[in-house]
Structures are given as C-alpha cells and as structure tokens.
C-alpha cells in the first residue's frame, strides 16, 4: 500500500466513495487539504462565497442525485455559519459529509484563536460528529461517518481534521465504502395483523412522508391507497410519496399547528403511517389526534418514529416498499366484498372530485395576476418537465397548482424550517442534472439569506432559473401571527413592522446582474410570458422578481 500525506489519501478516499465533488469555503487551516484538492485528478471544488451558501448547494446537489454530498466548512466560524442549513439536512435526513479543520491536535492546549470543539458544535445537528487524531485513523474514520450517513435513517455526518493530523504519512487502503443493505421485509405475521387493522376500516387514512420516497415505494403506497380507498396525506414531505394529482392524495398536513392535523385525522377509524413521524408541527397537539378506537398502524425503517408521540396499535420496521408491496398482496385477498366495493366508491368519488376541480381549473382565468400569468406560461413552455426546488412557502400552493409534483426526482420542497435553501437547491440540483431545467422558488424574504449563491452559479457556469415570489415581506409570519390572535383572542391589529420588507425596494434583477447572472422584473400580467421565454432561453443563471 502506499504512503501519502493523509490530505492526499483522503482524497481518494472521497473518491472512491463517488464523492468528486465538494462544496465549500476555504480557509487558512485548511490550506493543505485545499492545495492537494487543487492538485487533485477527477475531483471538484464548487467555491461558495459563504458557508450557508456551500450547505444549501450540497443538499441540493444530495437531494437531486439520491445519494451523498461532500461539503467542506472552515473550522468553527465556517461549522457556525452552516449550522442552519445543516439543520435542514438533519430534518430532511440529507446525507452530507461534511468536513472541517482546525490548526491542528498539537495545539489542543493553547487554547489559540480559532480554536473551539467543533465536534460539540455539529453534533446537535448531524447524525455523528467526530474528530480525527490519530494519523492512521483518517480513511477508516471517514469510512464510518458515509456509511452512517447513507444508512438509514440517513442524515449529514461531521468530520473534524486537524491539519496536522492530514498532514501526517498515511498508509491506509483506499477502499470503497460498504453500505448496508436496509430493504428488509416484515414479518408475515405483522403484515397480516396489519391488513386485519387496516381491513374493517370504514374511514381509512394514510399519512405518508420521505421514507417513503427514500425507498422509491410511490407506486406501492399507491396500490396500498387504492385497496383500502384511502385518503393519503403528506406529513414532513419534501419530496414526492405519491403523484399529486392522483385523485386519493390530498396534500400536506402542513407544519405548524397540530389543530389543523387533529382535523384531518379525528374522523378516521384507521390510520395507516409509512416514512414519516406523527406530527411534524411547530405547535402541535399534547393529546393524540386520533379518534378513540382508532387503529394505527406505523411502518418505518427508523424505529425512533414509531410512536414517539403518540401510541400505535401495531409498529413494523421494515422498508417501506417491501412492507407495502407484502401488505397489498395481503388485503387484496382479504379485504370482503363490501369493503372493496367501499373502497372502490370513495375512489371514484374522490375521481368526480378531482376532474371538477380540473375543468374548473382549466376554464378559469390565468391571467389574473402576474404570478397567474407567469406559472401559466411556465407549465405551458415547458409541459411540465422541469425539477422544481420549491421555497415559496406561502405562494407554494400556487406553484404546484400550475406544477404539480406527481414525479419523483422532479419536486424537491423546503424543511427544517430555516430559510435560504430556494436559490442554492436549484443550483444544486442543476449541478446534479445539467441536461434538465431546474427552477428554483423562494420568497424575497428567504432569497436575502443565500443571494450571494447567484455568483457560484455565474462563476461555474450553472444555468439554473430562480423566481423570487415578491410580496415585500415574511408573509409566512403574517400568517401565523394572525393565527396566535385568535388563539388567544387577540383584536386584530397591524402586523408588527419587524415583518415588513418594502422599505427600501430591494432591486433583485440589479443585483442578480451584479453577481454575474440575469434576471427582469415582472409587474404586470402581459409582461409574464415574455419573461419565460427570456428565462428559459438564457444559457445561464437567471433570476425573475415576479411580484406577488
């Protein structure tokens, strides 16, 4: 085996793994690595202007290519600036790998400047956190923290290396990384104590979220939803569990208030949850939300979820795919006949539903305000097929009324609850997918976090396509103060001036071009199909501020 500088050998350790690409801000004790990066064949440096910047790009770029993302931060004032945005990964069980330095093991007792514990700094915002001190430990080390991070439940991981420590002779095999195979079955004992809760049900309901995308089991949670006749609800999804225009899906619990979940789920008399927890709310419920006497059943591959919050009849760890692919077989045989034919009625009827909604949709005008006009002629150039990073939070749903996520891989939604991932997503996942267009959404408010990601995308050539949908304010907070008002039986009064963002007039085509991109205002609604066209036609980054 050879021996090589640890920053020379951690390279193609990164390598071997598939990880030619690493995201990041450099800094002085990272200097070595960074020099035999540079020098490095077959490997990638994407330079951010800021550390919150380089994690956004990284869980778009994980995001968009279903596997691992190498982001490098500098030391603790770098490890401090991400912190935010790795909470979304965490969130969103994104597997980043992220790395950081420090001067160095020797100078551990000198309590010098820029020294702090960088692994207590990430760990409350990775799946594992450590530090390497042993020179003969580096590739082993980093071995372990991408096998954590690809094992289920999968999350971004943290990898301290002093300099010295990489700047030490390693003689460690570069050897590919062995992730565990997690598709496991369930037993047939529990598949059938499923079907027999799941069966009698009158008013079933699903709750599905990201495991289930994980484990590319949409077309089984559809087949699943179809037997029983089930509405399907979204809880903590950021991806795509079933097709949105399927007429049994029926969107997101959302994430802030458990009330609004209780009224979803309170009249179901079974309640099927697969990939996902119970709730996800900022404020949710104490007591459960289920109906006295309901049945839950709860398969997950992360047996921390399953009933976490409230109890479950019947908790199952297993894949979801090979779970629900095992129970369809199972209440295909035994759901009675009345029970299909129910099941087969509240389809239909939920069919009826759909395609009203649709003629209705179809006849309506839209042109009726520039963000009409403008989503209209975006599904109309493009029929559709884009990738969407979605961050435009209280404009969403208008978004995916023109767009809707019914394939997976083409629709990738915000979580964790910071803002900023909109614009460094979609730069990501055009990275990830350079053939395909990618649009990212995200509010004014939001952008101001990560603009400067615009420059990343001018500098590398990157032509991923960004709207900002321009209500002059954190609109989002307007709403949830109103919400609190009436809690708690407060007049309505004016929303509190710390909300307001139209003073001054933020300029974000000027300061798209400023960073090397371009980008229009759109104002009006004659002015929204012409700005497609410019969009989509331009061979680089490209910003519109479409006004809300």
């Known amino acids: 085996m050879s021996v090589q500088p640890g920053k020379t050998k951690i390279i193609e350790q990164f390598k071997a793994d598939g990880l030619d690409i690493m995201f990041g801000n450099p800094g002085t004790v990272e200097q070595g690595f960074l020099d035999a990066a540079d020098n490095a064949d077959d490997f990638r440096y994407v330079l951010a202007l800021q550390e919150t910047v380089a994690a956004g790009i ?9 596997g691992a993302a190498l982001l490098q931060l500098h030391s603790g004032v770098g490890l401090g600036n991400g912190v935010g945005m790795l909470y979304q990964s965490m969130r969103g069980h994104t597997p980043l790998v992220v790395i950081a330095g420090d001067a160095g093991v020797r100078y551990d007792a ?17 799946k594992y956190a450590t530090r390497v001190t042993d020179p003969g430990s580096v590739l082993r080390t980093v071995r372990r923290a991408v096998k954590i ?12 290396l002093p300099m010295d420590v990489l700047d030490a002779p390693n003689d460690e095999p570069v050897l590919p990384t062995v992730v565990p195979r997690t598709d496991a079955a369930p037993a047939e004992a529990a598949v059938a104590e499923a079907a027999e809760l799941l069966a009698a049900a009158r008013r079933p309901l699903i709750l599905a979220g990201d495991g289930v995308s994980l484990a590319g089991a949409q077309a089984e949670l559809t087949a699943v939803a179809e037997l029983l006749g089930a509405d399907v609800w979204d809880a903590d999804v950021s991806e795509v569990t079933m097709a949105a ?16 979940s209780r009224e979803l789920v309170g009249n179901a008399d079974a309640v099927l949850i697969v990939g996902t927890y119970a709730f996800p709310e900022v404020f949710p419920d104490l007591a459960s939300p289920f109906a006295a006497g309901a049945k839950v059943v709860h398969i997950d591959l992360n047996a921390y979820e399953i009933a976490k919050n409230h109890p479950v009849d019947l908790g199952v760890v297993a894949d979801p795919r090979a779970a629900l692919r095992a129970l369809a077989a199972v209440l295909g045989g035994r759901l009675p006949a009345d029970r299909r034919a129910a099941a087969a009625a509240r389809l239909a009827a939920r069919t009826a539903e759909r395609d009203r909604g649709r003629a209705a949709f179809s006849a309506g005008s839209h042109d009726g305000t520039p963000a009409e006009a403008f989503l209209h002629a975006l599904a109309g150039e493009t029929g559709g097929d884009l990738i969407v990073f979605d961050e435009a939070l209280t404009s969403s749903p208008l978004v995916t009324s023109y767009l809707p996520p019914d394939r997976p891989g083409d629709y990738h939604l915000t979580r964790g609850g910071s803002l900023g991932v909109g614009i460094p997503g979609a730069i990501g996942a055009k990275l990830a997918h350079p053939d395909r267009t990618v649009v990212g959404f995200t509010g004014d408010g939001g952008s101001m976090y990560t603009f400067q990601a615009l420059w990343t995308a001018a500098r590398y050539g990157v032509a991923a396509k960004f709207v900002i949908c321009n209500n002059h304010k954190y609109r989002l907070l307007d709403d949830n103060i109103a919400q609190y008002w009436r809690e708690r039986d407060i007049p309505e009064h004016a929303f ?10 933020i300029d974000f085509a000027g300061l798209a071009r400023s960073l090397g991109a371009d980008g229009v205002r759109v ?12 969009m989509l036609g331009h061979p680089g980054p490209f910003l519109v501020d479409l006004q809300i």
């Open 58 to 66: 990284a869980d778009g770029y994980a995001r968009a290519t279903g």
């Open 110 to 126: 000198m309590d010098a400047q820029m020294a702090a514990d960088l692994v207590a700094m990430a760990r409350p915002v990775t």
């Open 149 to 160: 991070a690809l094992t289920p439940p999968r999350g971004p991981v943290f990898v301290a």
């Open 245 to 260: 225009s399927h007429p049994l899906h029926r969107g997101a619990t959302g994430h802030m208030f458990g009330a609004h």
């Open 496 to 505: 509190p001036r710390s909300f307001d963002l139209a003073r001054p007039e």
């Open 523 to 534: 104002e009006k609604p004659g002015q929204a199909a012409g700005a497609v066209r410019r």
